[in-house]
């Protein structure tokens, strides 16, 4: 079996949804994923598909290594490469799993669960009171999910206290949190977990968003909350000052979305400085550094919980890693209001079902796209499967 070609198509979602699809002369496709490679990944893609055409499509692993290495010079440790070569390497494992009959999972040595965790990712905004607030939850906890994650970092908010009002507008690059601010991300924690309950896990996302001190000083604010994490509080460049929080959170510290490869993980994985790592597996080089990745963390008891913001076919790519490893915890959800989750698939049902994915035998990813209704949310300016 030989590689004869390699097509891209892309559709508006969380910036864009990119979707490799990898042809070969034996009538078997594949079909893979990558985000936040923007139009360069399409690029790159399209630069590299004359090197890969006929070659052996089983060869998944020496493929992207080789790709990876012979174009470090043009970033072969991180973005729109890496993101490019992400793509083509999922596309390869769902080949590789259609050709051979099997469920991904079971290429990577079998699975440690039947199902996965899921978490909602859900839009609380900094000015709701309790009751709207509520309402956001609510709306998580009768779609079945038992975890969710709040966004706390603050770009502008206005509050009363008193008969004064006061309007925080944060200075985009600095990282030190005013009192106000301070205040305020306290209080939405406090409200959301208050509107969740005891049966719903928390989780709290600051985008890297604070310096040390500010962090700090939230960490120690949110000791009484039981989280599931608190997320990048820090930027995760310096992997010491993320450690520095880490040792002042009686919350788990959960970082690492927008690293690449098992190499970007490494010293926060060495050095202990997270509790928690969350590598996206559609952007970072794929499931096999995805599974290298976790294999690494768990030699320190640092638990797995890859960051998600794909469609159905990356999230279920992801899913059979987060199956295939032992110290997976939670992966994310991203598309609560997205109508479209499920009708562009032909399978026309939601892959989550009361807070879980369900794995199954299919063979490859197990899901299959419907071009037809996909083409219809096409991102501007790209081409479709050509």
Known sequence: MKITSIKTAATVGHGMHLWVKIETDAGVTGLGECVHGGTQAIATIEYLAPKLIGRDPFAIDAIFEEMRRGHVFDGGTGG???????????ALWDLKGKALGVPLYELMGGKFRDKIWVYADCEVDPGMDFDQIKHVVDDVMERGFTALKIDIDIGAYSTTRGTQTFTVVKDKFNYTAGQ????????????VTRAAGPGMAVAVDIHT????TSAIRVATDLAPYHLMWLEEPVPPENVDAMREV???SKNPICAGENLYLRHGLRELIEKQAVDIIMPDLPKCGGLSEGRKSANLAELYYIAFAPHNVSSPIGTMASAHVCASVPNFLVLEYHWLHRNYWTTIIKEKDDIIKNGYITMNDRPGIGVELDEEVASQYQYPGTTWFK
């Open 80 to 90: 729109a490469l890496i993101t490019a070569l992400t793509g083509i390497e999922i």
């Open 180 to 191: 106000i601010e301070h205040e305020r991300m306290i209080e939405l924690v406090d409200m």
């Open 209 to 212: 968003r604070l310096d040390v």
């Open 246 to 248: 880490k040792q002042h």
